[in-house]
Structure formats: C-alpha cells, structure tokens
C-alpha cells in the first residue's frame, strides 16, 4: 500500500506548555508532505522529527488563530534560506492576506519561491487538490471565528495484475493494459478467464479527517462519515463543559459522540488545554464513548 | 549585591538546529525582566526555564531579522491570554511597525495591555531607558542591514551605613541621613569621624554589553569598554573568515579581538551558524586570544 501516515508536531492549545507545543501536523500521502495547522515552532518540530523539509508539498490552515499560524513567518523564512524554487500553496481563510503580506513584502526580494493564498469557504464543503490517487477537501467547522475541517483522501486505486495468472495462460504482453482496465481474457481455445482470477485487489480508499478548532457540532458528520482516523479537538474535560461551550471548542466526550455518530474506525484526540497536565481523563472520557480512541502526543505516528 | 543575571534562551542563528534555539535573552536587574531579541520559540523557552512573564519590562530588537523577531507574534498573544495589563515598551528599528501593525490591530480589541514602539537610533549612542538604579543604552552595529547593540548597567549605589560603627559613637538617627550622603560625624567632644569609617562601599556599577548581528566594528569598543561581561555574535570559525565577511558577521577570533581590545572582563560568544554540530572549535579560536571566553547555552545564567 502507498504510504498515508500522519505525524503529530504539536498537540497543545492556545497557551504554551512545557508537555505541549502548538497545533500541527503532517500528512504524508505517497511522498506528498501536507501540513495542517501550523503554530509557533513548528519547523523546530519538524527538524526535531527529521520531516524532510523539501517534500512539503502544501499548508492547510484550519483557522487564523496565533496558536494555529504563528510558526509560519519562521517555517516560510527556512524554506526560502533552504533555496526553494517551487510554488507553495497556503490554504487558508482570506484575512491571512493581510497577515502574512507585510512579511512576505519585508522578505519579498529575498523568497527563492513563490506563495500562493488560496481563500477557503467558511460556509460549504470543498474540493481544494486533487489528482490521479489523491484528494484534499476542506468543510465547515463550528469555532468562535470562521473555521474549517480538512479530509485526506487516497482513492481506491485499481486492481493488480496477478503475475502469476498472467504467465500461467501465457497473456500477450499487449492485452495486460486492457486487463489492468478490468477486461476478462479470452484463451486461444475459447474459455473466457474472469477479471477477478487476473487481478489482486487494489488499495482501498483510505480517509483522514482533521476537525479542530470546533465546538461541539453533529452538523459535521456528513463530512466525516466512516474515515479511517478522526482527529476531533477536545480541549477540555466533561467538568469544563460550560467552558468549552462558551468557547467553542469541545469536550473529549463530545468528541467521541461525534466520532460514534460518524462511524468512524478510529478516533485521535487532542488540542489539549493548558490546564491539564495529566490527560488520562480525557482519554478515560472519550474511551467510556468510542472505545477505539487514542491520544494524540507530539512525534506520534499514525500509519493508514 | 542586588540581582544582575543574564539567561540566554537561543544562541542560534538564522537556520533552526536541533541544538539551538534561535536568539533570545533575559535580563534581570534587581526584578525587572528585560528581554533582548525574541526568536520563534522563546515563550516556549521562557516556560522552560521558568522565566516569570509576568516581570517583563521591555524588550529591545537588535534588528529585523526573522530569527530576532518571530517570537513576538506568540509572545504579545501569550501575555494578553495572561491578562497583562501594564504597558509593554519595545525598542527595535522603526519598519517594526510594519511588520507588526498588521498583527496588532487584528488581535487589536483583544489585548490586554498597550504596546509603546520606540524607534532605535542606529547612526548614534542613545539612552533608551533609566531610572536611579540602572540604565540601558542602545548604540550602533555594523550589519547588513540596521543592527544596535545594547548595554545594561546597573549604577554605582551610594554607601551603606555601617551599623556598628553608628551604635559604637552614639550616632542620633536624624543624622544617619546625611553621613548616607557622604557627611563626615563631628563627636559632641569635637572628634572628626570620616565618612569612611562610618560606611561600607555601596554596589560597584556593573556594566553588560549586547552585540549581535554584527561585522569585525573596532568603531563599537567605546561603546563596551570595560564592561563586565560583553556577549559577542561568533556565527563563524575562522576558516569562515570570507563567508563573515560577506555576510557582515564575525569570527570567534574577531569577537575575542574586540573584547581584548575593549579590556572586558568577560567574554560570552554566540549565535552560532547551523553548520557546527560541535562549537569547541569557536570557544578555542576565541581562547587563543582572550582567554575569558565562554559560550553561550541554552539555559546557561551568568551573574554580574
């Protein structure tokens, strides 16, 4: 199977810890790099892991929040002293513009690459990349400012020759191409061999949801159905429930409700208030919900 | 001896290293907290070292380069988040506005505390701050671009009395004032007791020197002489001499050079370029010349 493998730079929130560093992550899909989130430190993180800084592909912003963006003044510096020389796309909600142009004009002579801002839709789902094996969509969140989800995607891809079927009935190499499309084969002597005896099931589609910064919000199910792994923030405990109301972040309890809800196969929590310093109760309330839940922690690998 | 302690929290330099962090410093005179520079990650640092936020008093930019000023955004965020409500003066070159106006006035209605800019002079000497204990200047460097350094001093306290030598002549209180600023004691038989033997010499002034980024500048030793303790950039060894150049850093020895002929008494080298794994190279260059050489750490506290 191609790779899909998510790594977890920082788990924190808003207020930096000495156990936690800001939100983000990497996802790497068949050697493309993602970036999600992309808080103060995060290139230190990434050499601290040895992510390889050149297969960034593209960055992702969930929402404009510091916590969320204010690694990326350094990250964007590295890239460009690393010599750079293709386009990077920033996904993000419009106001980065009026962030990051100040910067990117005090630098500007000095960027060995280009950067290009595309506006997210704070209201409807979207599809932001896409290629032949992979797909990138972006989805409301519920969050005090405007906030969006993101869903990975590796599509099925088609099935696998067999080699060993191919040379047992002697296939001509030139009708392999047809077979890999999903004809059957007909022998020289007139049996008809199906597809299915030829071929080895392709890769199943494999689906990564990134959902934080967001209250508590069943609204975005639709969006989640039946991934692979979830990642839903869950800032605070049941005990601080009022609070997470107040400020539009979620309990790892809700959390786990939506992961229910949504089918999903696994469920990744993080976004940690700084108030806890021992996160087993947010595990033990999420587990007591959807039992298939894990903590997230900074440096964690999760392989689809 | 009141508080004169100088933590160093990045002695990096423009490329992130898994060894050091990019430059910040903390300095405490007598409780208040100055910082120098404030590279990504130094509110992770000050968290580190356990730094208490809540004594910052200003802050003084060297110049503008990202490794000196990406900290900030994260920074002035966290301070707010911690519900400051003291203004914050930062010193630093005036296109600081710029760069970090777009900043303010989006997190704007959120902040705690006001921000004061104050513009650095970078042709000329200039006290930035003083009161009856202490004082900081600001004076000019030699980079690519605007650079000040930056002296912290703590001024020469008057003597203290010397309490057993008041009880032992019968000295009235309504006097003790006046011998604290320097009057001699007429005995009621007519005797002259010196001022001297009536007080202990007060704190010595003590004098610390910021210099970095900057080129081999002999035109900077007036500005340092004598100090105490002078922490000098030393990016480069000296088989580095023509990139220092280039580049408008110094050598270990050109930094050692300097301090020797600035008469100092101690000697702190930094800002190391990314392309040393190992930094006994720098401290021995540096030796050969000035044998008062040590090299800055993350964490490490020098007292004065």
């Known amino acids: 199977m191609t790779k899909f493998e998510i790594t977890v730079l920082g788990c924190g929130s808003a207020m930096p810890t000495t156990l936690h560093h800001p939100p983000s992550q990497l996802i790497d899909m068949n050697e493309k790099l993602f970036m999600v989130d992309c808080g103060e430190g995060t290139q230190l993180q990434m050499r601290k892991y040895q992510a390889r800084m050149s297969k960034l592909h593209s960055l992702f912003i969930s929402h404009l929040h510091g916590d969320h963006i204010f690694g990326l003044p350094g990250l964007l510096s590295t890239l460009s002293l690393l010599g750079r020389t293709a386009d990077l796309n920033i996904y993000a909600h419009k106001e980065i513009d009026f962030l990051l142009n100040p910067l990117l004009s005090y630098l500007g002579n000095h960027m060995s690459f280009k950067i290009n801002l595309f ?7 979207e599809v932001l990349f896409e290629n032949r094996t992979m797909q990138v969509t972006s989805f409301p969140l519920k969050h005090r400012i405007d906030a969006n989800g993101f869903l990975f995607e590796q599509k099925e891809s088609p099935r696998h020759i067999n080699r060993e079927m191919i040379d047992f009935y002697h296939i001509p190499v030139k009708q392999i191409q047809e077979i890999k499309n999903g004809a059957d084969y007909l022998t020289p002597d007139g049996a008809l061999i199906l597809n299915e005896h030829l071929t080895n099931p392709g890769n199943p589609a494999r689906r990564y949801a990134y959902c934080s910064d967001t209250a508590y919000a069943p609204e975005i199910i639709p969006y989640i159905k039946n991934v692979d792994l979830l990642y839903h923030e869950a800032t605070f405990a049941e005990s601080e ?43 033990k309330e999420a587990v007591a919900v959807f039992p298939h839940t894990e903590l997230a922690v900074e440096g964690k690998i999760v392989s689809l």
């Open 241 to 283: 429930r009022m609070r997470a109301e107040e400020t539009f972040h979620s309990t790892a309890r809700q959390a786990a409700k939506i992961a229910a809800a949504a089918g999903v196969k696994k469920l990744m929590i993080g976004h940690y208030s700084s108030r806890y310093s021992e996160i087993g109760t947010l595990l």
């Open 119 to 125: 506006p997210l839709n704070p209201n409807a789902e």
